[in-house]
């Protein structure tokens, strides 16, 4: 094959093609001036797409086929499974934070802890925290609500997020095990990630 192939896409327009690859996935590599493109089959390039196959079926001994990829190990698998498996649990324990501005989550600590003392009597310096937050929602919102009343929010929605995090997590490492222990692709590929709001009680 010629370093430079002449050929007429659909538009009637000269197309310059060099080696021609077709790749696993069913689209191209074709060279133009000498650089490496590649032709997808996409609605953005179906244009080029389509001259490029036509191409390739008029000159089969023209195009080079790019061999597939090795089939992964079972370990491979298995190390694919996992990170699946971890990545849908960190999207379910990413949901304790919706809801909250960036400003409450940084004093996520700071509150857990200053409920804890308020409620239990004492005076850290992060309980005059969320005493200090308590008298400035009031103020804002015209209504009062005492230190005590903002603890006890604070502590039940710490709690929650806390049980929808032992739920995830604890199915997030029970579903790994189970990775770990598949002896076979079919009991690889049956673990399925799924979690409900149910499983946080």
């Known amino acids: 094959m010629s370093e430079e192939t002449m050929e007429i896409n ?5 197309c310059e093609y060099g ?3 077709r790749r696993a996935d069913g689209s191209y590599v074709i060279h133009k001036g000498g650089v490496p ?16 196959s036509a191409y390739a079926a008029e000159h089969p001994d023209e195009v080079t086929e790019e061999p597939a990829p ?19 649990y960190d999207r379910v324990m990413a949901k ?8 409450e989550i940084e004093t996520w600590d700071v509150q857990r802890k200053g409920a804890a003392d308020v ?8 309980a005059v925290f969320v005493a200090e937050l ?17 603890a006890g929010r604070i502590m039940a929605n710490v709690e929650a997020a806390n049980a929808l995090i032992r739920a995830a997590l604890g ?15 079919e009991e690889l590929a049956a673990i399925t990630p799924s979690f409900s709001m149910e499983d946080a009680g």
């Open 70 to 88: 090795p089939e992964p190990t079972f370990e491979e698998l298995k190390a694919s499974k996992k990170a699946q498996i971890t990545a849908y």
């Open 119 to 126: 409620l239990a009597g004492e005076t850290s310096v992060e």
């Open 37 to 52: 493109y590649h032709v997808p089959d996409t609605e953005e390039f179906a244009e080029e797409f389509a001259a490029v």
């Open 171 to 185: 199915k997030q490492q029970g579903e790994c095990d189970r990775a770990d222990a598949a002896e076979t692709p």
């Open 134 to 150: 308590a008298a400035a929602r009031s103020e804002a919102g015209g209504s009062t609500i005492t230190a005590e009343q903002l």
């Open 10 to 14: 659909a538009g009637g327009e000269i």
């Open 96 to 103: 304790a934070k919706e809801g909250y501005s960036a400003g």
């Open 19 to 21: 080696a021609v690859t």
